[in-house]
Every structure is written in C-alpha cells, then in structure tokens.
C-alpha cells in the first residue's frame, strides 16, 4: 500500500526551475511534519527541507536556502518542493518523508521519519 508518492522531478538546465509534489495518504499526513530528502549516487540520503503541520515553521539545509521552497495544502495532503536556480550538484532521487517527531531537534535526521516515498529523479544539466 502507496502511502506517500513524488512527482514533477526531471531533467532541466542549470538555473532553471522543477516543483516536485509528494501526495500522501490522510492517515499518515494528517498533523504531521513533512520533510524532503535527497540521494545523489555514491552518497548519504540529506537533509533539503522540512515544514510544520501549521507550515508556520520550515527548515532548509544552507545549499538550498534562498532557492527552494517547501510548502504544504493540508486540503489536499500534499506536500511541495518548488526549486529555482538549480545547479548541478542538486542532481539527485529526491524523497518526502513523515516526520513522526514533528520537529523536534533533529528534524535534520532520517532516522526521525518513518514513512518515506519512492523517490523522483531531479537532473540538472550544466
């Protein structure tokens, strides 16, 4: 059973612009944290960004600060990556994730999610 599914990766250019979506199911999304992870080949699975419940609250690892986005609609339990002047290195499989800590102080961590999606590939060409 699917419970959290990414879509929107791709291949696009250097500075050029990709907003995945990651639907999930209400039972595992409802009044919980969300986060997005990425893993490049040969590579740990990292932190990108996570975001609140309320969405009052995000936090974004500094290689994407000031050029992605996360955001939510809790109407439709889906869970947003909008990501501008990509580069290179943002190459990667890109996961959303439960947070089923709901930010706590290591929000950072994979091992404070416990659902996790399948993955969209993200290419960015130089």
């Known amino acids: 059973q699917v419970q959290l599914v990414e879509s929107g990766g791709g291949l696009v250019q250097a500075g050029g612009s990709l907003r995945l979506s990651c639907a999930a199911s209400?039972?595992?999304?409802?009044?919980?944290?969300m986060g997005w992870f990425r893993q490049a080949p040969g590579k740990e699975r990292q932190f990108v960004a996570s975001i609140s419940w309320s969405g009052e609250t995000t936090y974004y690892a500094d290689s994407v600060k000031g050029r992605f986005t996360i955001s939510r609609d809790n109407t439709k339990n889906t869970v947003y990556l909008q990501m501008n002047s990509l580069k290179p290195e943002d190459t990667a499989v890109y996961y959303c994730?439960?947070?089923?800590?709901?930010?706590?102080?290591?929000?950072?961590?994979?091992?404070?999610?416990?659902?996790w999606g399948q993955g969209t590939q993200v290419t960015v060409s130089s």
């Open positions: 994730a439960r947070d089923f800590r709901n930010h706590n102080d290591k929000y950072y961590s994979v091992y404070e999610y416990d659902y």
């Open positions: 209400e039972r595992i999304f409802s009044s919980y944290a």
